[in-house]
């Protein structure tokens, strides 16, 4: 301090550093601080084992010298732990039981997909039922891999499940390795003509199965095409139904190729299809006619007409062991129908005879009727709904079935032709009578019924559908009534049209001559000759 200031002292404490103050006042004292080791705490209460104390193996170097080496432990080390096994070695598979139940719920864990019930119980029985089951796309793959292994099953029903190409991909697979599968339903599943080519690719590897049901899959001719390729190749399929599928002339000249290596069949549906060729259906019963296996033939609902298929059905009708035909809903009448029934007297096994809803005339089912005279003819089952008849036949059918060899013989029809006759003058004179009377009752106008017939006639010889026939006789004058019509062409009825009704001219102008012979169209002019030229004269030119 410096001497020049002067400094009053008011009050001096005086403080001594080394002196603490008592206990009481310490604020560590009053604060209690837990125990925060754990290990400790759990040490006290008998929870925890700090070990021996050495140093764990994990912290240290692995190597083998290392581990010799090092002061605080001399552990062995680990020579492999299975790296080698399980880079270098496949993972041991998994073997499933023959019935398949525990692959299928395995796979379907694997996949994501929900267990069919109904698919699992059915793989210990003979027959798996899917029908109508609306199966996931995804599944397809699961029972392509079950059907693989499965031991029991040997009917596959998978009636209107859509299938994708994926899913005939794995069934394709499946048919490549099963061994128990003989019959598969693939009715309505639209595979279409890309899945029927994988389906059948690894077809002729299999030798079990033997129906294959394609109905309703929207084959085409391409899909027919990788079929008769696979039974060309040895494919052991004996009964296939291709109903249903649009198929043309071309699906069955494949079949016909493919018969000429592989020919085993014994059952083939070709119903419902757009065959029309008569060519096509000899080569076809020409081909079945040399397999003394084959038993069935459907070809209804396919328009086939004409004499030659008439002599097709007689040429696979030589077939002995040929039992069953179904031509029913097609166009088959008059020659076609000789040669059918001259084929049924010769012989053969033929047991059913289906021709119900063709245009056949009376005298048709008359001819058919016939050969069941016979003993030696096997034919049991006559069927010809819609098909109508003359109380001949009845009498006949009768006189049949009363013999002892047709006990058990049935003969359906579709109905009988009741012809209405007057005491003393006959229907059809009665009708045309009138007719002729109301065409001259008109003085100015008057025609003949039998002259514009005969001119129709002259004119196209075939049978002439209702309304056109109509149609002309109005157009030439003839006042008709719409019951003389009808009473006209039924009473003259020609062969009957899918959609229409006929009227059969020739049968009417005979009556006619009959009845009016002198009545006939002028003879027709000779050509008038042609004109001749007139002679060109020339000019002779005036000298100069």
Same mark, same amino acid.
């Given at each position: 301090m410096s001497e020049n200031h002067d400094v009053e002292v008011i009050f001096e404490k005086e403080v001594d550093s080394s002196e603490e103050p008592p206990m009481e006042e310490w604020l560590s004292v009053m604060l209690q601080i837990p125990e925060e080791n754990l290990k400790r705490i759990n040490y006290g209460k008998g929870l925890y084992d700090p070990g021996s104390g050495e140093i764990c193996a994990k912290y240290l170097s692995m190597s083998a010298s290392s581990v010799l080496r090092h002061p605080y432990f001399n552990y062995p080390a680990v020579i492999d732990p299975g790296i080698h096994e399980a880079l270098l070695n496949p993972e041991p598979a998994n073997i499933y039981p023959d019935d398949g139940q525990e692959l299928y719920l395995t796979l379907c864990k694997e996949a994501g997909l929900c267990p069919i019930g109904s698919f699992y119980r059915q793989l210990l029985q003979n027959k798996i039922n899917l029908r109508y089951y609306g199966v996931h796309p995804m599944a397809f793959r699961v029972i392509s891999m079950v059907l693989k292994l499965n031991k029991f099953v040997m009917i596959l029903d998978l009636t209107d499940n859509w299938i994708s190409e994926d899913g005939c991909f794995h069934l394709g697979e499946m048919l490549a390795k099963n061994n128990t599968l003989k019959v598969l339903v693939l009715h309505g599943c639209r595979i279409g003509s890309e899945g029927a080519r994988r389906l059948f690719v690894n077809l002729p590897q299999n030798s079990?199965?033997?129906?294959?049901?394609?109905?309703?899959?929207?084959?085409?001719?391409?899909?027919?095409?990788?079929?008769?390729?696979?039974?060309?190749?040895?494919?052991?399929?004996?009964?296939?139904?291709?109903?249903?599928?649009?198929?043309?002339? !071309?699906?069955?000249?494949? %079949?016909?190729?493919?018969?000429?290596? /592989? *020919?085993?069949?014994?059952? #083939? @549906? =070709? &119903? +419902? $299809?757009?065959?029309?060729?008569? !060519?096509?259906?000899?080569? %076809?019963?020409?081909?079945?006619?040399? /397999? *003394?296996?084959?038993?069935? #033939? @459907? =070809? &209804? +609902? $396919?328009?086939?007409?004409?004499?030659?298929?008439?002599?097709?059905?007689?040429?696979?009708?030589?077939?002995? *062991?040929?039992?069953?035909?179904?031509?029913?809903?097609?166009?088959?009448?008059?020659?076609?129908?000789?040669?059918?029934?001259?084929?049924?007297?010769?012989?053969?096994?033929?047991?059913?005879?289906?021709?119900?809803?063709?245009?056949?005339?009376?005298?048709?089912?008359?001819?058919?009727?016939?050969?069941?005279?016979?003993?030696?003819?096997?034919?049991?089952?006559?069927?010809?709904?819609?098909?109508?008849?003359?109380?001949?036949?009845?009498?006949?059918?009768n006189e049949i079935l009363s013999m002892k060899f047709r006990e058990n013989a049935e003969i359906e029809y579709g109905g009988v032709y009741a012809e209405a006759v007057h005491k003393s003058v006959h229907l059809k004179d009665l009708v045309l009578n009138r007719i002729d009377y109301l065409s001259k009752k008109s003085k100015k106008r008057s025609v003949d019924i039998a002259l514009i017939v005969m001119e129709l006639y002259k004119s196209n010889k075939e049978p002439m559908d209702t309304k056109p026939f109509i149609r002309a006789l109005k157009e030439r004058g003839l006042p008709l009534e719409e019951e003389l019509t009808d009473q006209l062409t039924s009473l003259f009825a020609g062969p009957p049209k899918p959609k229409s009704a006929t009227v059969n001219l020739a049968a009417m102008i005979e009556y006619f001559k009959r009845k009016w012979p002198e009545r006939q169209l002028p003879p027709t002019p000779p050509p008038e000759p042609e004109p001749m030229p007139n002679p060109v004269i020339k000019k002779k030119q005036k000298k100069k």
């Open positions: 079990v199965l033997r129906e294959l049901n394609l109905c309703k899959n929207r084959l085409n001719d391409k899909g027919v095409e990788y079929l008769a390729n696979a039974v060309g190749l040895g494919a052991n399929i004996c009964n296939i139904d291709l109903s249903y599928n649009s198929l043309t002339d !071309n699906s069955v000249n494949f %079949l016909v190729d493919a018969f000429e290596k /592989n *020919n085993k069949l014994t059952h #083939l @549906n =070709l &119903s +419902w $299809n757009m065959i029309q060729s008569p !060519n096509t259906i000899f080569s %076809l019963c020409s081909k079945l006619a040399e /397999n *003394n296996a084959f038993v069935e #033939l @459907n =070809l &209804s +609902w $396919n328009s086939l007409s004409g004499l030659l298929i008439g002599k097709s059905i007689n040429l696979l009708l030589r077939n002995k *062991n040929f039992s069953y035909l179904n031509l029913s809903n097609n166009r088959l009448y008059g020659p076609a129908i000789n040669s059918i029934a001259a084929g049924i007297e010769k012989g053969g096994n033929l047991v059913l005879l289906d021709l119900s809803s063709n245009p056949l005339l009376p005298e048709d089912a008359y001819k058919l009727l016939l050969p069941m005279m016979i003993s030696s003819v096997k034919l049991q089952k006559l069927i010809l709904h819609n098909v109508y008849v003359t109380p001949d036949f009845i009498k006949l059918r």
